[in-house]
């Protein structure tokens, strides 16, 4: 029940921007994800009259994990 409108990234900082059911329970889901670490909202949970989703705005860094041996 989550859509993507906008992902971008920039010096290691990945900020996305979307829909979803329950915009809250991504950011537990993000910070299980290796490589992604302070993941947190950059703006407030705007529930959309038209469609009963959040829209959310979330920020975390990246940094590359290596699947090696």
């Known amino acids: 029940d989550t859509w993507v409108q906008n992902l971008d990234y920039r010096d290691g ?4 921007r979307g829909e979803s059911a329950q915009a809250a329970a ?5 910070e299980q994800a290796p490589g992604f670490a302070g993941v947190a909202f950059r703006s407030p949970v705007v529930q959309v009259a038209a469609t009963g989703k959040e829209r959310f705005h979330v920020a975390f860094r990246y940094t590359r994990v290596d699947g090696g041996p």
């Open 13 to 16: 900082e990945v900020q996305i």
């Open 26 to 30: 991504l950011i537990g889901l993000l």
